[in-house]
C-alpha cells in the first residue's frame, strides 16, 4: 500500500480484515520459580572473585538473556530444594547473552565480609555441587544496535555486566557505533578479567579500553601497565562523546556512581542518557515491636499471608508465599522491584530514591507496619 491511500494528516490507513494463523510460541527453555544448576567450573580471577559456570541439573535447554542481566541464586538445603528464598542473592550474568546452542550460564561472586552466599562460594563450594536459579532477568539492559556511542563506567568488579555485553558484541556483532570502558582498579594485582577483556578488545574494533589505577604497584607504569593514574573522574569522559549524546551505563560503589552522575549532568548529559547499576543503598533503622504480627496481601495473586519481624522484607515474603516478584533489586537495579501500596503501610530500611511514586515501596528493602496490600 503507497501513501496515496494514506489520510494526510494522521497517516493512518482504512482498516483491512485479513485472516491469520495463531501458533503457539515454540518453548524458550525458560522456567517459573527455581530450577537446580550443577557447579561445573570454579576459577579465581583476582583476589576475592571467583567465577562459575552453570548447567542445568536436567539437561534440559536454556533461554538467552540480554546483556546486562542478572540471575537471582539460592543455595540448596539439605533436602534438595531451594533454601530459604531470603538468602537469595543476585549475579551479573557475565557471559554473551546470544548462544546457539546455549549448555550453561556463567556468573562471577566477590567475596564480601560477612557475607553468607559469597562466603559459601569461596569457602565451601566445589563442583558438583547444586545452586537453584531463577530465570534470567532485570532492566540494566545495554544495547547492541544503536547509533549513539555507548560508555562502560565500571568500578572493580561492577565490570561484570559490561563483560556480558563486551562477550556479545564479540559473539554476534552489533551495530554500535563506538564503544568506550572506562574500568577503575586499586592496581593489576586487584584488576577482574584483565586479560579476558584485553582479548575482547583485539576482536570488537569499536571498542577502547581506558584502565584506571588508584594505587599503582611501584612497578606499574602509566601508559603501559595502565592508562590513568586515580579513580574515575566525570572529567575523564572524551567530550566528543557528549557531544555525540553518548548512552552512559555505570556499576560500582555509591560515592563512584554519585560523583559520576553529579559530574555529567554538569557537563550536560541528559539524566535519561545515564544508567545506573549500583552494589547497595544506604540502610536506615526502623523501629518494630518484637511481636509485631501484619497480614500482607498480594492483591493481583489473591494471596495474603502473615509478615512477623523475623520474616525479612515483603520480597522474600512474596516468594515464600509462591508469589511471582521482580527482584532486580537484589543486583543494584534499583526501584526495579517497585510495588504499589493499596492498603496500610510499610516501612523502608534503605532510604529510597526522591523519584520513587508516593505509594510505592521497594519490596526488596520494605516491611509492613501495619496490615497491607500491595500491587502483587
Not at 544496535?145 to 555486566?161: S, Y
Not at 599503582?216 to 579513580?231: A, I, N, Q, W, Y
Not at 574515575?232 to 556499576?251: E, H, K, S
Request: charged share 25%.
Amino acid at each position: 500500500m503507497d501513501h496515496t491511500s494514506t489520510d494526510p494528516l494522521s497517516g493512518s490507513v482504512p482498516l483491512r480484515a485479513a485472516v491469520c494463523e495463531i501458533r503457539p510460541l515454540p518453548a524458550d527453555g525458560t522456567w517459573t520459580g527455581t530450577r537446580p544448576f550443577t557447579v561445573t567450573e570454579l576459577a579465581d580471577v583476582s583476589p576475592g572473585v571467583r567465577a562459575l559456570r552453570l548447567e542445568p541439573a536436567d539437561g534440559g535447554p536454556l533461554p538467552d538473556h540480554r546483556p546486562g542481566q542478572h540471575l537471582t541464586v539460592r543455595t540448596e538445603d539439605p533436602g534438595g530444594a531451594p533454601a530459604d528464598p531470603a538468602g537469595a542473592r543476585s549475579y551479573s550474568l557475565t557471559g554473551p547473552a546470544i548462544e546457539p546452542g546455549r549448555t550453561a550460564y556463567h556468573l562471577a561472586v566477590r567475596h564480601i565480609p560477612d557475607g553468607a552466599f559469597s562466603g559459601h562460594v569461596h569457602r565451601t563450594l566445589k563442583t558438583g555441587d547444586r545452586l537453584h536459579l531463577a530465570n534470567p532477568r532485570g532492566v540494566f539492559v545495554i544495547p547492541t544496535h544503536t547509533d549513539h556511542p555507548v560508555v562502560l563506567l565500571a568500578g572493580g568488579i561492577g565490570i561484570t555486566p559490561f563483560l556480558s555485553y563486551l562477550e556479545t558484541l564479540a559473539a554476534t556483532g552489533g551495530t554500535v557505533p563506538e564503544v568506550v570502558l572506562h574500568h577503575g582498579n586499586r592496581n593489576s594485582a586487584d584488576h577482574p578479567f584483565r586479560e579476558r577483556i584485553r582479548a575482547l578488545r583485539a576482536r570488537i574494533p569499536q571498542l577502547t579500553v581506558i584502565d584506571h589505577y588508584a594505587d599503582p604497584l611501584p612497578h606499574e607504569v602509566p601508559g603501559t601497565d595502565h592508562d590513568r593514574t586515580g579513580s574515575i573522574t566525570p572529567d575523564d569522559v572524551d567530550p566528543g562523546l557528549v557531544a555525540r549524546r553518548a548512552r552512559f551505563y555505570m556499576c560500582g560503589p555509591d560515592p563512584m556512581l554519585d560523583a559520576l552522575g553529579k559530574g555529567l549532568k554538569e557537563r550536560g548529559v541528559p539524566r535519561f542518557e545515564v544508567f545506573r547499576e549500583q552494589f547497595r543503598p544506604t540502610r536506615r533503622d526502623v523501629e518494630v515491636p518484637d511481636d509485631a504480627s501484619f497480614t500482607v496481601t498480594f492483591a493481583r495473586t489473591g494471596r495474603s499471608t502473615t509478615w512477623k519481624k523475623g520474616d525479612g522484607a515483603l520480597l522474600a515474603l512474596g516468594e515464600a508465599a509462591g508469589v511471582k516478584m521482580s527482584s532486580g533489586c537484589r543486583v543494584g537495579q534499583c526501584e526495579s522491584c517497585a510495588c504499589t501500596v493499596l492498603k496500610g503501610s510499610a516501612a523502608h530500611l534503605v532510604t529510597p530514591s526522591d523519584d520513587l511514586p508516593d505509594g510505592d515501596v521497594l519490596t526488596c528493602q520494605s516491611i509492613p507496619t501495619t496490615d497491607l496490600v500491595i500491587d502483587a
